[in-house]
């Protein structure tokens, strides 16, 4: 069932370091279900908490970062989505604080769907990557989980792609640069896009704001120049108390009160 490998994470102290290499640390590769799977010194192998269908790591130096490999056997699941959306259902329902969100998705490959998440434990601010694929191995869902804290989420994304082997491949974080999964998982922009340089030089946007109406200057308007014209003054009429006069070649109208000079061609 999909929900025991998040059992498994319980009950290993994910917060502490990661013991040293010692005597009797088993050797790479190990085996889950049909899968060989390979890792480097830097990754410590648990037994204890890894099952004849999970490879269960943990990384010698970065603390609190682990890494799972599983094949689990579900013939109910039959796309990706269904089984990334089961695990995570059962993982983040008995790990961590409760506050996990998805900042992240994608699919690779057409076969793949993989989810990046941000949570807490006991406060500490986490990453989780989770990926499942439920098309490669008939009846049978892989996932692969890296769990490590947001600060050091690029160095474990790093440590995965250079130190564990699926069947002497790469892992499906194989296609994403770490940098940019940390930034997504800081707020950042999607990891399949780009992410702004602060340092960069931007185009000043010019500064459209107005003057003050008080203080704004105008263009002034030149009227032109018109001839002197003599008239007699016949008639008159008063315009907002005002006395009006002009010449018989003068027309008066008074909605709205104007004058129109006639003049013979």
């Known amino acids: 069932m999909v929900m025991m490998i998040s059992i498994a994470i319980v009950a290993?102290?994910?917060?502490?370091?990661?013991q040293p290499t010692g005597v009797g640390q088993a050797t790479s590769p190990q085996t889950a279900g049909s899968t060989s799977v390979g890792f480097s010194d830097a990754w410590v192998y648990d037994a204890a908490a890894s099952d004849p269908e999970t490879a269960f790591m943990t990384h010698l130096d970065l603390s609190g970062t682990i890494f799972i490999y599983g094949e689990i056997s579900d013939p109910t699941i039959l796309n990706a989505e269904t089984g990334i959306e089961m695990f995570a259902e059962g993982f983040f329902g008995a790990f961590g604080d409760g506050d996990h969100a998805v900042v992240d998705s994608g699919t690779i490959n057409t076969d793949t769907t993989w989810q990046l998440y941000t949570?807490?434990?006991?406060?500490?601010?986490?990453?989780?990557?989770?990926s499942a694929d439920a098309t490669s191995i008939p009846g049978d869902v892989?996932?692969?989980?890296?769990?490590?804290?947001?600060?050091?989420?690029?160095?474990?994304?790093?440590?995965?792609?250079?130190?564990?082997?699926?069947?002497?491949?790469?892992?499906?974080?194989?296609?994403?640069?770490?940098?940019?999964?940390?930034t997504?998982?800081?707020?950042?922009?999607?990891?399949?896009?780009?992410?702004?340089?602060?340092?960069?030089?931007?185009?000043?946007?010019?500064?459209?704001?107005l003057p003050p109406l008080d203080t704004a200057t105008q263009t002034p308007v030149v009227a032109p120049e018109t001839a002197q014209v003599e008239v007699q003054l016949t008639e008159n009429v008063s315009v907002n108390g005002a006395p009006v006069s002009w010449g018989g070649d003068w027309t008066y109208s008074d909605g709205p009160v104007r004058l129109t000079r006639s003049r013979s061609s």
């Open 12 to 18: 290993h102290p994910v917060g502490a370091s990661a």
């Open 119 to 130: 949570l807490s434990l006991e406060t500490t601010p986490f990453g989780a990557y989770v």
């Open 142 to 182: 892989i996932i692969t989980l890296l769990v490590s804290p947001l600060g050091s989420f690029d160095l474990a994304t790093a440590e995965v792609q250079d130190g564990i082997t699926i069947n002497g491949a790469g892992t499906s974080m194989m296609t994403f640069d770490p940098a940019a999964l940390s």
């Open 184 to 209: 997504r998982l800081q707020g950042g922009g999607p990891v399949g896009g780009t992410t702004p340089d602060a340092s960069a030089t931007v185009e000043t946007v010019p500064d459209l704001r």
